[in-house]
C-alpha cells in the first residue's frame, strides 16, 4: 500500500468519518421509523435531541468531505511522482481499475453531500422541522454511498503498484487512445463548445422565467448538461489553450504548480454553479440558488474562455 | 394564555439516577395574571419556570403559550422565542459582573441590533421606572443587592416582554428591599404582564393582587 502522508491522512479521516457515520446511520434509522412531530411523548422528545446530534455529525462529516475532494486531487498529484510513466493525477486515477470508479463516485458525492447540507439547512430554519424525516432517509442511502468511496479509496490505494508502468495523461486523454475517455474525441470540439455556449445562454434565459414553477426542473437538466459538456469541452478545446499545446488535453495537469493551481479554482467554479443549478429543483424558495448558480457558472465561462482569446490575443492564431 | 399538558420531567443523570422533578401536572394561566408557585427546595418550580421559558424540554408532555407548542420549538426558534416574550429574574441576578449598569441592561437587545437611539429610548425608560438612573455608569459589582436586582429587573424588561418569570427573587433581599420588589411586581401587573414567581418567600403568599397561589411538592400539585 502507498503510504505518502497524506495518503495516510485520506484513511485516517475516512476511519474517523466512517465509525462517526455509523452512529449517524443507526440514530437516522431509528429517527425515521419513529418520527412524529407532533407526538409529546418520551420517545419523541429522546429522537429531537438525538436529530439535532445525528445532523451536526452528519453536518461536519459532509462539510469536510467537500474540500477535501479538491486535497483527494492533490494527493494523487502529488503522488504521481512515484509512479513510472505518471504526470498527473490522471496516471494515479488510471493506474488501478477502481480510479475511474472512485473518481466518478466522489462528484455525485459532492452533489448529494451538498444537497442534504441544504435540505438540512431548510430544514432547521423551520420551527417544525419539515424535512427532518427525509433529510434523515437521505442519509440512509449516502451512508452506503459513502462506505462505497471509503472502501474504494482504501482499496486503490492498496492496490496502487509502484513497480508497475502506468499511462500517462497525454496517453488516456488522446484521440488515439482506446479508453472511455477518449470517446470525447469522436465529437467535432466546434459542436461541443457550440453546446457549452448554448446551454450557459440557456441557463440565463431561464432564469427570466422563473416565477413558471416547472421551470426549476428544466434548469436543473440544462446544468446537469452543462457540467458534461463543461468537461469534455474543457478536455477537448479549452485544456489546449491553458496549456497551450494543440495535442495536450489532459483535465488535472493544469491542477498543478506550473499552472498556478489554476484547475482548483476551474472545478470549484464549475461544481458550485452546476450544484446550486440542481440544487433549484428540490428547494422551495429558489431564487438565490438561480442566482448563485448563473453567477458560478458564468464566472467559469469567463475564465476558460479568457484562455482562448488571450492565447488568440498574444498568438493570433487559433489552435 | 401559558397551558402545560400532563408534562413529565425526569432528570436522568445515569439509568441508576433518576429524579422525577415533575409528574405528570397540568397548569393554565392566563394573561395578565400574577401566580405564585410555592414549594420547598427540589419541589419542581425552578422546572417550571425553565420549560415555561423554553430553557428546557419537558420528558413528556406539551407546553402552550399563546397557541405555540414552545416544548417543540427547535432550540434556535426557542431563544427568539425567549427573546421576544420572556423576562426572566434569577434568584442570584445572573448579571455580568465587569459590565457597567447600562451594559447588563442593554444585552438582550444585541441580537436585534437596534439603532442607538432605540437603545437609548429603552434604556432611559427602564432606568427612571426602576430609579437607577444615577448608577448607569457603575460597574455592577460595586452595587448593593438591591439595586443589582433592581438592574436585573431591568434587564428583563428592556425587551417589553409579556411573561416575566422570577426565580425566588427575594431569597438575597432582605424584607423592606423584598416589599420593594412586590411594589414593582404590582406595577408590572396593572401593564397586563403574565408574571410568574417560583418561591418560598412567605411574603408573597398574603398579597391581595396575587391571583393564584399553586402549592408543588416532590412534582406535584397539592
Known amino acids: 500500500m502507498l503510504l505518502s502522508p497524506e495518503v495516510l491522512a485520506i484513511q485516517i479521516l475516512n476511519f474517523i468519518f466512517l465509525i462517526f457515520a455509523i452512529v449517524a446511520l443507526i440514530l437516522s434509522i431509528k429517527i425515521y421509523k419513529y418520527w412524529d412531530i407532533n407526538s409529546t411523548s418520551n420517545t419523541q422528545y429522546k429522537l429531537e435531541k438525538q436529530s439535532f446530534l445525528a445532523a451536526s455529525i452528519i453536518k461536519y462529516i459532509f462539510a469536510l468531505k467537500l474540500p477535501l475532494f479538491l486535497?483527494?486531487?492533490?494527493?494523487?498529484?502529488?503522488?504521481?511522482?512515484?509512479?513510472?510513466?505518471?504526470?498527473?493525477?490522471?496516471?494515479?486515477?488510471?493506474?488501478?481499475?477502481?480510479?475511474?470508479?472512485?473518481?466518478?463516485?466522489?462528484?455525485?458525492?459532492?452533489?448529494?453531500?451538498?444537497?442534504?447540507l441544504i435540505i438540512h439547512n431548510i430544514d432547521i430554519n423551520k420551527e417544525n422541522l419539515p424535512y427532518t424525516k427525509q433529510k434523515f432517509a437521505l442519509f440512509i442511502f449516502i451512508f452506503f454511498t459513502l462506505l462505497i468511496e471509503i472502501i474504494l479509496e482504501f482499496t486503490m490505494f492498496a492496490s496502487i503498484d509502484l513497480n508497475m508502468l502506468v499511462s500517462c495523461c497525454g496517453t488516456i486523454y488522446s484521440s488515439a487512445a482506446s479508453s472511455s475517455t477518449s470517446s470525447i474525441?469522436?465529437?467535432?470540439?466546434?459542436?461541443?463548445?457550440?453546446i457549452f455556449y448554448i446551454l450557459l445562454v440557456s441557463q440565463i434565459i431561464i432564469t427570466f422565467f422563473q416565477k413558471y414553477t416547472n421551470i426549476k426542473y428544466l434548469f436543473s437538466l440544462v446544468n446537469i448538461l452543462f457540467f458534461l459538456v463543461a468537461i469534455s469541452s474543457?478536455?477537448?478545446?479549452?485544456?489546449?489553450y491553458i496549456y497551450e499545446l494543440p495535442t495536450h488535453h489532459c483535465p488535472f495537469?493544469?491542477?498543478?504548480?506550473?499552472?498556478?493551481?489554476?484547475?482548483?479554482?476551474?472545478?470549484?467554479?464549475?461544481?458550485?454553479?452546476?450544484?446550486?443549478?440542481?440544487?433549484?429543483?428540490?428547494v422551495k424558495s429558489n431564487q438565490k440558488y438561480y442566482k448563485l448558480s448563473s453567477i458560478f457558472n458564468s464566472l467559469y465561462t469567463l475564465l476558460v474562455s479568457s484562455y482562448v482569446i488571450l492565447f488568440y490575443i498574444k498568438n493570433g492564431v487559433w489552435l | 394564555m401559558i397551558e402545560l399538558k400532563n408534562i413529565t420531567k425526569i432528570y436522568e443523570a445515569n439509568k441508576h439516577n433518576k429524579v422525577t422533578a415533575l409528574d405528570n401536572i397540568n397548569l393554565k394561566f392566563n394573561e395578565g395574571e400574577l401566580i405564585v408557585l410555592k414549594g420547598s427546595s427540589g419541589?419542581?418550580?425552578?422546572?417550571?419556570?425553565?420549560?415555561?421559558?423554553?430553557?428546557?424540554?419537558?420528558?413528556?408532555?406539551?407546553?402552550?403559550?399563546?397557541?405555540?407548542?414552545?416544548?417543540?420549538?427547535?432550540?434556535?426558534?426557542?431563544?427568539?422565542?425567549?427573546?421576544?416574550?420572556?423576562?426572566?429574574?434569577?434568584?442570584?441576578?445572573?448579571?455580568?459582573?465587569?459590565?457597567?449598569?447600562?451594559?447588563?441592561?442593554?444585552?438582550?437587545?444585541i441580537p436585534n441590533n437596534p439603532d442607538e437611539n432605540e437603545c437609548d429610548f429603552k434604556l432611559k425608560t427602564v432606568l427612571d421606572k426602576f430609579n437607577i438612573s444615577h448608577k448607569k455608569d457603575s460597574i455592577v459589582k460595586n452595587l448593593s443587592g438591591g439595586e443589582q436586582q433592581r438592574v436585573a429587573i431591568s434587564r428583563a424588561l428592556i425587551n417589553d416582554p409579556k411573561i416575566i418569570i422570577a426565580d425566588e427573587p427575594t431569597a438575597n433581599l432582605d424584607e423592606k428591599l423584598s416589599l420593594d420588589f412586590c411594589d414593582i411586581l404590582k406595577n408590572l401587573k396593572t401593564q397586563n404582564k403574565t408574571i410568574i414567581v417560583a418561591t418560598h418567600d412567605p411574603i408573597f403568599f398574603d398579597l391581595e393582587f396575587v391571583d393564584k397561589i399553586i402549592e408543588i411538592k416532590n412534582g406535584t400539585i397539592i
Open chain 1, 71 to 116: 486535497f483527494f486531487i492533490f494527493t494523487l498529484d502529488k503522488i504521481s511522482a512515484q509512479l513510472t510513466g505518471a504526470m498527473c493525477a490522471a496516471g494515479v486515477v488510471d493506474a488501478t481499475d477502481y480510479g475511474s470508479y472512485l473518481f466518478i463516485l466522489k462528484i455525485f458525492n459532492i452533489y448529494i453531500f451538498g444537497a442534504w
Open chain 2, 43 to 109: 419541589s419542581g418550580k425552578s422546572t417550571i419556570l425553565s420549560l415555561i421559558a423554553a430553557l428546557s424540554k419537558p420528558t413528556s408532555g406539551e407546553v402552550i403559550v399563546d397557541d405555540k407548542r414552545i416544548s417543540k420549538l427547535p432550540d434556535n426558534f426557542a431563544s427568539l422565542y425567549r427573546r421576544e416574550h420572556i423576562g426572566f429574574i434569577f434568584q442570584k441576578y445572573n448579571l455580568i459582573p465587569t459590565l457597567s449598569v447600562k451594559e447588563n441592561i442593554l444585552l438582550p437587545l
Open chain 1, 185 to 194: 474525441f469522436t465529437f467535432n470540439s466546434s459542436l461541443i463548445v457550440s
Open chain 1, 234 to 240: 474543457l478536455i477537448s478545446f479549452f485544456g489546449t
Open chain 1, 253 to 282: 495537469c493544469f491542477l498543478q504548480k506550473e499552472y498556478h493551481y489554476i484547475g482548483y479554482l476551474i472545478y470549484s467554479l464549475l461544481f458550485a454553479g452546476t450544484f446550486f443549478g440542481i440544487t433549484v429543483s428540490i
